[in-house]
């Protein structure tokens, strides 16, 4: 080995151990060192990697074989250390550095992460960060141990990653894995709404659900009600309500379609959609634009629109991530509380949406009376346990739990969210503040830092489970939520168990026999299960061939009371099954929705009922049901009328099954604010064209400067200074005074002594946005931190143009510190870019 390769595996040592496990390069440590050299270095990595890959560096840079340093590159390789390897030849670990904060947010979030993820579900997205040996390990751990020893060994891989995509792969995985725990704490202003779409290169987009044959003439599979053209085009055979409803949008007006579920809205839009293309003046070329709001339904309606165009020259293509005729059952009413007040609300709808019109069935009420059939709707109030000692233990181990919190930080101090009620969604808020505050705490001494911050996100994530479980036993058996934290703290002791999990874990194992008999008494029976069980039974005494959705608000009630029903001896002939959505902890995939929703709809066998949440309120094509029951389940007006439209089939029922008060009176407000939306739509409807396109008008000039006053709004934020240091090392780097905005959109340091605190590299996508031409990538001179890019922009060259959250923000006058994600959220104002100022200062 040549000296000076000698001494860069020295000076590289710290680099190379984090990362490297010998055992993965045993061919290279075979090849070249004895076997008693190779007994102690794999000895060693059963107790620390990092020892392990120490002792084989010391055994590697003593080596004098000729060609052993190119095959130890080669065999990093071969064995997927790419990263490792390329950082080694080309002698620059900064690559390798930019990982660490990566790492270090892994580190700090670890035990949110090792709770709330099934590692074999996320290393199916990761196969580019992980090596094949790392996916063995991680599985087989996670097999013999439980799912929170997989996790930790998950992310001691990740720890150790060389792969510049590595975190990158891991939140994708996180998202696509539905864990919004985690990725609310990886990225904090990631919203939860995912949007779906079909494009036509000549044609489509849209939204709705595809109707039953038995619910429109114009079904997908039913040939009979379609005629050719010579154009061998599927001409549709609309109802005469339907051709009522499309009357203004073929008229060319903006138009919003109010019809109940089950009309036939998605054909209305397919009608629409096919006479804009077929009407186009010769020479032209049209497209058609269908928004679908969740992935399950743009599946549905992709599906149609291509059945019924597959043999035109119009193609209709689907685009399906994050990236008008508008259809709706319910328009709503917001916050209305008179008929003049909902006709505002409406109003203000079509002005954002410029629509024109509102087309409801008037004129031919009687036929669509005939295909659609309104559930009569039921309330059937039950009691609660008039003991419940499972949520007094629990309720006691919550404020014991929060004690031993405190007694590491004060952590009342961590989230403006007071009088957390424990067994509640405001107490799950309440946690998710703690964390996200958690996250960015800060003290001189980083050690204990990085001990309080892991201690806390420990404790929160066992309040978090305690919560969870008093919800289960509000709705369900005791024994489901004690099977809930029973799992939980299995996986725990499979995991790390350090000091605090074993205090936490004694804590509940204290009780746990308690909780078990408790679990096991009948006296402590949910009343709402009871008549629940009474429904179901009289109802399909009545009719076997009832086919049931039971709507419930969260994934784990929905488990809970399905394991019920299969349980349940008079029951479980009703082969129950979930219908969860894609955007949770425990969601489905589409697959599984779709095998879920066939055996629903297999009249001769399969399930009988599904348990739902909010997936199936709308847009799902599920096959007529006649027996709706919302268990506790209670939103508003929309909702209201979008799950009670689940039930098509004539003399079907929706029932509310609810022990609270509040949740009676909010759906006797949901059904008066249903007749007041009928009412205003009606009103609106009478309005002769120009006094209706007036007051849009006045909204829309309303709303302009309403949009106006609040991009100004930065004029307004106090004169106050502050300098943003690195937030990687904490170096200043320059002050609020100095920054610049460019078109609105880019932020600029005129400075000229910043050139001094940043180094720059070629930037790997060089592109230009507006009249920004990005130029190299901006990185701290002290850490490399990555602070944003270099651009020209007009006759300027290379201006350094920064991102917020690469920095923290401390008051010049206070000293406060402040983080900050957006540029919107700054506390100080920004000037405009001024040429001649720049000209000036440099």
């Known amino acids: 080995m040549h000296p000076v390769d000698r001494e860069n595996l020295k000076q590289w040592e710290g680099y190379i151990t984090s990362i490297l496990r010998p055992s993965y390069i045993q061919g290279f440590l075979n090849n070249y060192f004895s076997p008693v050299e190779v007994e102690e270095i794999l000895s060693l990595e059963e107790k620390s990697s990092i020892c392990s890959a120490k002792c084989f560096l010391n055994y590697l840079i003593k080596l004098e074989e000729r060609g052993c340093y190119r095959a130890f590159l080669d065999e990093l390789g071969a064995v997927g250390y790419t990263g490792l390897q390329e950082a080694i030849e080309k002698a620059d670990f900064s690559e390798i550095e930019k990982l660490q904060e990566n790492k270090e947010l892994l580190s700090r979030i670890s035990q949110t992460i090792v709770s709330n993820i099934k590692p074999n579900e996320v290393i199916m997205y990761m196969r580019q960060s992980l090596l094949p040996r790392e996916?063995?390990?991680?599985?087989?751990?996670?097999?013999?141990?439980?799912?929170?020893?997989?996790?930790?060994?998950?992310?001691?891989?990740?720890?150790?990653?060389?792969?510049?995509?590595?975190?990158?792969?891991?939140?994708?995985?996180?998202?696509?894995?539905?864990?919004?725990?985690?990725?609310?704490?990886?990225?904090?202003?990631?919203?939860?709404?995912?949007?779906?779409?079909?494009?036509?290169?000549?044609?489509?987009?849209?939204?709705?659900?595809?109707?039953?044959?038995?619910?429109?003439?114009?079904?997908?599979?039913?040939?009979?009600?379609?005629?050719?053209?010579?154009?061998?085009?599927?001409?549709?055979?609309?109802?005469?309500?339907?051709?009522e409803l499309a009357e203004a949008a073929v008229a060319g007006d903006n138009t919003i379609i109010c019809a109940p579920t089950g009309s036939g809205k998605t054909i209305v839009a397919l009608h629409i959609a096919e006479h804009h293309l077929m009407e186009r003046p010769e020479g032209e070329k049209r497209k058609v634009c269908f928004m679908a709001t969740t992935v399950p339904v743009f599946q549905q309606q992709l599906e149609l629109f291509k059945h019924h165009f597959q043999k035109t020259s119009f193609r209709v293509h689907g685009i399906c991530g994050d990236t008008i005729v508008g259809l709706t059952a319910s328009i709503g009413v917001g916050d209305a509380s008179s008929v003049r007040d909902a006709m505002d609300y409406i109003l203000h709808?079509?002005?954002?949406?410029?629509?024109?019109?509102?087309?409801?069935?008037?004129?031919?009420?009687?036929?669509?009376?005939?295909?659609?059939?309104?559930?009569?709707?039921?309330?059937?109030?039950?009691?609660?346990?008039?003991?419940?000692?499972?949520?007094?233990i629990i309720r006691q181990m919550m404020v014991q739990v929060e004690g031993m919190a405190k007694r590491v930080y004060n952590i009342d101090e961590l989230s403006h969210i007071q009088n957390q009620n424990r067994g509640s969604q405001k107490y799950e808020q309440w946690i998710i503040e703690v964390q996200k505050s958690c996250k960015v705490l800060q003290m001189?001494?980083?050690?204990?830092?990085?001990?309080?911050?892991?201690?806390?996100?420990?404790?929160?994530?066992?309040?978090?489970?305690?919560?969870?479980?008093?919800?289960?036993?509000?709705?369900?058996?005791?024994?489901?939520?004690?099977?809930?934290?029973?799992?939980?703290?299995?996986?725990?002791?499979?995991?790390?168990?350090?000091?605090?999990?074993?205090?936490?874990?004694?804590?509940?194992?204290?009780?746990?026999?308690?909780?078990?008999?408790?679990?096991?008494?009948?006296?402590?029976?949910?009343?709402?299960?009871?008549?629940?069980?009474?429904?179901?039974?009289?109802?399909?005494?009545?009719?076997?061939?009832?086919?049931?959705?039971?709507?419930?608000?969260?994934?784990?009630?929905?488990?809970?009371?399905?394991?019920?029903?299969?349980?349940?001896?008079?029951?479980?002939?009703?082969?129950?099954?979930?219908?969860?959505?894609?955007?949770?902890?425990?969601?489905?995939?589409?697959?599984?929705?779709?095998?879920?929703?066939?055996?629903?709809?297999?009249?001769?066998?399969?399930?009988?009922?599904?348990?739902?949440?909010?997936?199936?309120?709308?847009?799902?094509?599920?096959?007529?049901?006649?027996?709706?029951?919302?268990?506790?389940?209670?939103?508003?007006?929309?909702?209201?009328?979008?799950?009670?439209?689940?039930?098509?089939?004539?003399?079907?029922?929706?029932?509310?099954?609810?022990?609270?008060?509040?949740?009676?009176?909010?759906?006797?407000?949901?059904?008066?604010?249903?007749?007041?939306?009928?009412?205003?739509?009606?009103?609106?409807?009478?309005?002769?064209?120009?006094?209706?396109?007036?007051?849009?008008?006045?909204?829309?000039?309303?709303?302009?400067?309403?949009?106006?006053?609040?991009?100004?709004?930065?004029?307004?934020?106090?004169?106050?200074?502050?300098?943003?240091?690195?937030?990687?090392?904490?170096?200043?780097?320059?002050?609020?005074?100095?920054?610049?905005?460019?078109?609105?959109?880019?932020?600029?340091?005129?400075?000229?002594?910043?050139?001094?605190?940043?180094?720059?590299q070629p930037h790997k996508k060089p592109k230009n946005i507006g009249s920004l031409q990005k130029r190299e990538k901006l990185h701290c001179k002290d850490c490399a931190h990555d602070w944003g890019i270099t651009a020209n922009f007009n006759v300027f060259k290379d201006l350094p143009v920064i991102k917020i959250d690469s920095f923290v923000l401390h008051n010049i006058k206070t000293g406060a510190p402040c983080i900050v994600k957006k540029w919107k959220d700054v506390p100080f104002s920004i000037k405009k870019f001024d040429s001649g100022e720049f000209c000036q200062e440099i």
């Open 444 to 760: 001189k001494d980083v050690e204990k830092e990085r001990k309080t911050c892991r201690a806390l996100f420990t404790y929160t994530e066992h309040l978090r489970k305690y919560n969870d479980a008093l919800i289960i036993n509000d709705d369900a058996r005791t024994k489901d939520a004690v099977n809930y934290l029973d799992h939980f703290f299995t996986n725990v002791k499979g995991g790390g168990y350090d000091e605090t999990e074993q205090l936490l874990t004694a804590l509940f194992e204290a009780k746990k026999q308690q909780l078990l008999t408790i679990e096991a008494d009948p006296a402590y029976e949910n009343p709402k299960l009871t008549e629940v069980r009474k429904i179901l039974c009289e109802e399909y005494r009545k009719n076997p061939k009832t086919k049931t959705i039971m709507f419930v608000r969260t994934r784990a009630l929905a488990d809970a009371l399905r394991n019920w029903l299969k349980d349940t001896e008079t029951l479980a002939f009703l082969q129950p099954e979930m219908l969860l959505g894609r955007s949770k902890n425990t969601g489905m995939t589409l697959p599984s929705q779709k095998e879920v929703l066939n055996s629903f709809r297999n009249e001769s066998g399969g399930s009988k009922i599904l348990v739902a949440t909010s997936v199936a309120d709308e847009g799902i094509d599920i096959v007529q049901c006649n027996l709706v029951l919302l268990y506790e389940y209670v939103g508003n007006v929309i909702k209201m009328i979008q799950t009670r439209g689940r039930g098509r089939a004539q003399g079907s029922k929706c029932i509310l099954v609810t022990s609270k008060k509040e949740q009676v009176e909010k759906e006797m407000i949901n059904s008066a604010q249903e007749k007041m939306m009928y009412k205003a739509i009606q009103e609106l409807q009478q309005w002769d064209r120009p006094t209706f396109s007036k007051k849009i008008n006045i909204i829309q000039a309303d709303e302009k400067k309403m949009r106006e006053f609040k991009s100004n709004e930065s004029t307004d934020k106090p004169a106050e200074s502050y300098k943003l240091l690195c937030g990687k090392c904490k170096i200043y780097a320059c002050d609020s005074d100095d920054i610049r905005i460019i078109e609105d959109a880019h932020h600029a340091v005129i400075d000229k002594t910043f050139l001094n605190r940043y180094q720059t």
């Open 135 to 243: 996916c063995e390990e991680i599985s087989k751990v996670t097999e013999s141990k439980g799912d929170t020893a997989g996790a930790e060994k998950l992310l001691d891989c990740l720890r150790k990653s060389d792969k510049q995509q590595f975190f990158k792969e891991f939140c994708l995985a996180m998202e696509t894995c539905n864990y919004d725990v985690v990725v609310t704490l990886l990225s904090p202003d990631s919203g939860e709404i995912s949007n779906s779409s079909v494009i036509t290169e000549d044609v489509l987009y849209y939204s709705e659900q595809p109707e039953k044959m038995n619910t429109c003439s114009a079904a997908i599979d039913s040939t009979a009600n379609f005629q050719q053209n010579s154009n061998a085009t599927k001409q549709l055979k609309l109802r005469a309500y339907q051709e």
């Open 349 to 392: 709808i079509c002005a954002n949406l410029d629509a024109e019109s509102i087309s409801t069935v008037n004129r031919n009420m009687e036929e669509l009376e005939k295909f659609v059939f309104v559930s009569e709707k039921q309330t059937r109030e039950a009691t609660r346990r008039m003991k419940d000692p499972f949520a007094d």
